[in-house]
């Protein structure tokens, strides 16, 4: 294993055959590059994992995306060695976990993992603090010790209230943040989330995805999480890998999957996907190019071009008024001759980090948007063009992949 410390965890050449003969003529066959629907029509046996390799950084929200039976879970599984891989390696932190076994193993799990399932799985004759502490009552830790930490992990997920309830009083969505807390409550590195949210209505689930992503920056855990929804995946994860068959199919960023799909089928899902949610307005502001408002009209418009409209910036450098082409040919056609008399003040401004669907609104106006930083400055002018534009690239791009992969 590499000493990349930024790695926590690595799938190395991980195979899972299922069936009587695991490692014999079905794991040979897969080897040599047949498929799940092949190798299981020859040999009977399911091809869970072929040939699986990715990495999950220390710190990030790692998230594993396919249909129904391409293999997540069982990835997933062989992180805490709750499967026996037919073949290959799992590191993390530098231990080869398929090694481990007995009571290593068990302190492994305990000690480096959380795992928060899809169904609750909650004891329901136990109250919620007794739920949240009851992996520390297993590793022998005392009551006081148990309930402080519980508390603490119930109140990462807004449920300090609720320790004394017991789960049947509780909704789904407060039964699944339960769930993980006990995850917390042990304080380890990684947390194992397999379909977490599948089972919660929209709005709640939504909710929990942003709880789960501000717990993460608070404590800075390693999340690897699992969901068979796009959306979900590229909402939350710093970075997606897409399955298929039980073979990894593409691994980047939210961006790379949705502006550079590595095949057909995974363009195909990303069609599903409101493009607008992950692309950043940064990636496609241009430089400012302010407008000084002493100008004479003419020049100023001239100096324009194709732009929409630019900024009036003060000494600081924020943007206080805008000069757009409509209102300047507008006023020049009433007899106007200065910038001054055809600025507007009532405009858009947003962070570089905002979505394009958090300014679709605003560039709806068809009125330029001023892109300023923390302090106010302005940093980029975003043209509402560029927004449509990139919108339909990215629908165009889907288009030509779907035309030459399945055509
Ligand atoms: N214990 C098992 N025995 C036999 N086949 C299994 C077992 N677990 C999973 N599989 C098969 O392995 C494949 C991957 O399953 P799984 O990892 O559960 O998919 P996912 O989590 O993506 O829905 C499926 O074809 C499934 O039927
Ligand atoms: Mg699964």
């Given at each position: 294993?590499?000493?990349?410390?930024d790695?926590?965890?690595?799938?190395?050449?991980?195979?899972?055959?299922?069936?009587?003969r695991?490692?014999?003529?079905?794991?040979?066959?897969?080897?040599?590059?047949y498929?799940?629907?092949?190798?299981?029509?020859l040999?009977?046996?399911?091809?869970?994992?072929?040939?699986?390799?990715f990495?999950v950084?220390?710190?990030?929200?790692?998230?594993?995306m396919?249909?129904?039976g391409?293999?997540k879970?069982?990835?997933?599984?062989?992180v805490?060695?709750?499967f026996h891989?037919?073949?290959?390696?799992?590191?993390?932190?530098?231990?080869?976990?398929?090694?481990?076994?007995?009571?290593?193993l068990?302190?492994?799990?305990?000690e480096k993992?959380?795992?928060?399932?899809?169904?609750?799985?909650?004891?329901?004759?136990?109250?919620?603090?007794?739920?949240?502490?009851?992996?520390?009552?297993?590793?022998?830790?005392?009551?006081?010790?148990?309930?402080?930490?519980?508390?603490?992990?119930?109140?990462?997920?807004?449920?300090?209230?609720?320790?004394?309830?017991?789960?049947?009083?509780?909704?789904?969505?407060?039964?699944?943040?339960?769930?993980?807390?006990?995850?917390?409550a042990?304080?380890?590195d990684?947390?194992?989330?397999d379909?977490?949210?599948?089972?919660?209505?929209p709005l709640?689930?939504?909710?929990?995805?942003?709880?789960?992503?501000?717990?993460?920056?608070?404590?800075?855990?390693?999340?690897?999480?699992?969901t068979?929804?796009?959306?979900?995946?590229?909402?939350?994860?710093?970075?997606?890998?897409?399955m298929?068959?039980?073979e990894v199919?593409?691994?980047g960023?939210?961006?790379?999957?949705?502006?550079q799909?590595?095949?057909?089928?995974?363009?195909?899902f990303?069609?599903?996907?409101?493009?607008?949610?992950?692309?950043?307005?940064?990636?496609?502001m241009?430089?400012?190019?302010?407008?000084?408002?002493?100008?004479?009209?003419?020049?100023?418009?001239?100096?324009l071009a194709?732009?929409a409209?630019?900024?009036?910036?003060?000494?600081?450098?924020?943007?206080?008024?805008?000069?757009t082409?409509?209102?300047?040919?507008?006023?020049?056609?009433?007899?106007s001759?200065?910038?001054?008399?055809?600025?507007?003040?009532?405009?858009?401004?947003?962070?570089?980090t905002?979505?394009?669907?958090?300014?679709?609104?605003?560039?709806?106006?068809?009125?330029?948007?001023a892109v300023?930083?923390d302090d106010?400055?302005?940093v980029?002018?975003?043209?509402?063009?560029?927004?449509?534009?990139?919108m339909?690239?990215?629908?165009?791009?889907?288009?030509?992949f779907?035309?030459?992969?399945?055509?």
């Open positions: 294993m590499s000493n990349d410390n790695e926590i965890i690595r799938l190395e050449g991980i195979y899972k055959i299922f069936g009587p695991p490692t014999g003529r079905a794991y040979e066959l897969s080897q040599e590059g498929g799940k629907n092949d190798v299981q029509q040999t009977g046996h399911v091809v869970g994992l072929r040939d699986v390799n990495s950084r220390r710190g990030e929200i790692f998230v594993v396919g249909l129904s391409s293999g879970s069982t990835a997933l599984r062989t805490n060695k709750l891989a037919t073949a290959g390696h799992v590191w993390v932190d530098g231990v080869d976990v398929q090694q481990l076994d007995g009571t290593a068990q302190h492994f799990r305990r993992m959380g795992m928060v399932f899809q169904h609750f799985a909650l004891f329901p004759h136990r109250n919620v603090i007794d739920n949240v502490g009851y992996g520390l009552k297993v590793q022998g830790v005392g009551r006081a010790e148990r309930n402080r930490a519980a508390i603490e992990a119930l109140a990462m997920t807004g449920l300090d209230a609720y320790a004394d309830s017991m789960p049947s009083q509780l909704s789904g969505g407060m039964q699944q943040r339960v769930g993980l807390a006990r995850a917390l042990s304080d380890p990684i947390l194992l989330m379909e977490a949210f599948s089972a919660l209505d709640i689930r939504r909710q929990m995805q942003d709880e789960m992503m501000a717990i993460q920056e608070r404590v800075q855990k390693t999340i690897l999480f699992i068979h929804d796009l959306n979900e995946a590229l909402r939350i994860g710093d970075r997606v890998c897409i298929k068959d039980g199919v593409q691994i960023t939210p961006e790379e999957i949705l502006t799909p590595a095949t057909g089928y995974v363009a195909e990303v069609q599903d996907v409101d493009q607008g949610r992950v692309i950043e307005v940064r990636e496609i241009q430089e400012p190019q302010p407008v000084d408002r002493s100008l004479d009209l003419a020049p100023a418009l001239r100096n194709d732009r409209g630019a900024f009036v910036l003060d000494d600081g450098g924020r943007p206080v008024a805008l000069l082409a409509a209102d300047g040919i507008r006023a020049g056609s009433m007899g001759t200065e910038v001054e008399a055809a600025l507007r003040s009532d405009f858009e401004q947003c962070p570089p905002a979505t394009l669907n958090e300014v679709y609104a605003a560039a709806g106006r068809g009125l330029p948007i300023v930083d106010g400055v302005m980029g002018n975003v043209d509402p063009r560029h927004i449509m534009e990139e339909g690239r990215v629908e165009q791009l889907i288009d030509q779907e035309r030459e992969v399945f055509m």
